[in-house]
């Protein structure tokens, strides 16, 4: 079949295509634990559930403007404005059917053939695959594990060119769990400033930091007008199968991307809009509650891993991910995932899923619960001890 370059050059998500794998083998009897997607295993709160009914039942099942729901707009621009400390207006918010879509109408908006996206390596693989897409170079930035999950500034300076039109940063981290350190995020806003590049910063994470407080790029001097923020109801209020998600960033850009928007999906369904409203602006109880019980458990599978010969984990600061080094055993993460999935029934992600630099690594979601997990470090323990 003739498709186009274009095409071709999209990736896609190794954590779904487990997800099939793991589920064709339990069908096949074999017990499975699954750690390999990005998804709370908490359901969405009540309050919303009832708010996105009362809004079917009510009738908000038409079409809303492109941009979003100017009420939910209004919701998202106090909520970014309280806790990024930075003052945003309903006018600078575009409401999209999932974070993932902002990503694509930045990319699609800003980078043409012959630019370059600078983005973080390992990293969400959709980052690269868009990048792609959209015709200009992805340029990686190696994600280091002895910079506790940060950047080498020196590497970060000599990517930056001319050409750079776009940087990504994500923090907390997608798959590393790492937070990038105020004094890094200084160093790419000081080279945004000089080479006039945007910075798309993906903080879906942000209410899942366990140690000290989020702090956004958008925040520091003149950094606003230049940073597109995108963030979502899927990971903090385990909406992910809602599709909502936003971005907040300078309103002319915002317009050219929510023609991206318009030639796509339309608009946001409207009562997905409404349910947004209340995660917002009703009570936080519930989305506490599941930050402090991923904490619990990053205690858990962080100990555990250190515990098994060979496997060596730092404790992530954010997001509900680990990700272990398992060099020591002379096998590509590739193999070894494929090990843990096929003999010891747990799902998991190789590093090389989401870079090269991710190589001698593998992802686990400790979005699972504290059962799972114990049972999933005895077996995992059981499969890489037969590998040494």
């Not at 359901?43 to 009914?53: F, L």
């Not at 990024?84 to 918010?93: I, M, N, S, Y």
């Not at 060979?310 to 494929?338: L, M, W």
Request: glycine content about 8%; some cysteine.
């Amino acid at each position: 079949m003739n498709v186009t370059k274009r095409v071709q050059r999209a990736g896609g998500e190794g954590a779904f295509l487990v997800m099939a794998k793991a589920q064709e083998l339990e069908r096949q009897g074999k017990s499975m634990i699954y750690m390999q997607i990005g998804e709370p295993d908490f359901n969405t709160p009540e309050n919303i559930k009832q708010a996105g009914i009362r809004a079917i039942e009510q009738n908000y099942s038409h079409y809303s403007p492109t941009m979003g729901r100017m009420d939910f707009r209004k919701a998202i621009a106090e909520y970014i404005s309280r806790t990024r400390g930075l003052p945003v207006t309903a006018e600078e918010v575009l409401v999209s059917p999932g974070a993932k879509d902002v990503i694509y109408s930045a990319c699609m908006t800003l980078l043409e053939d012959g630019d370059e996206a600078i983005y973080p390596n390992p990293s969400y693989p959709i980052y690269e695959s868009i990048i792609n897409i959209s015709g200009a170079k992805a340029v990686p930035l190696p994600i280091i594990e002895e910079k506790d999950f940060s950047f080498d500034r020196d590497t970060f300076v000599k990517l930056v060119s001319p050409r750079t039109k776009l940087v990504v940063i994500n923090s907390p981290a997608n798959p590393t769990g790492g937070i990038i350190a105020r004094e890094d995020l200084e160093l790419v806003a000081e080279m945004a400033k000089k080479y006039d590049f945007y910075v798309l910063s993906d903080e879906i994470y942000s209410r899942l930091v366990f140690e000290g407080e989020h702090f956004s790029i958008a925040s520091l001097p003149g950094m606003k007008e230049r940073t597109i923020i995108v963030d979502g109801m899927s990971k903090t209020y385990a909406m992910t199968g809602w599709r909502l998600g936003y971005a907040a960033g300078p309103r002319e850009l915002i317009e050219w991307m929510s023609k991206i928007i318009a030639n796509t999906a339309s608009c946001t369904a409207t009562f997905t809009q409404i349910a947004g409203i209340e995660a917002l602006t009703g009570p936080q109880d519930d989305e506490e509650t599941m930050r402090q019980e991923f904490l619990a458990r990053r205690e858990i599978i962080v100990e555990g891993l250190n515990a098994i010969p060979g496997v060596t984990c730092r404790k992530p600061h954010g997001a509900f991910y680990v990700f272990p080094n398992v060099k020591s055993f002379g096998r590509s993460s590739q193999e070894i995932a494929d090990e843990l999935l096929n003999n010891a029934g747990v799902a998991c992600l190789a590093g090389s899923s989401f870079g090269s630099f991710g190589e001698g690594y593998l992802r686990f979601s400790y979005a699972t619960s504290r059962e799972n997990i114990a049972l999933a470090l005895g077996r995992i323990r059981t499969a890489l001890t037969e590998l040494k």
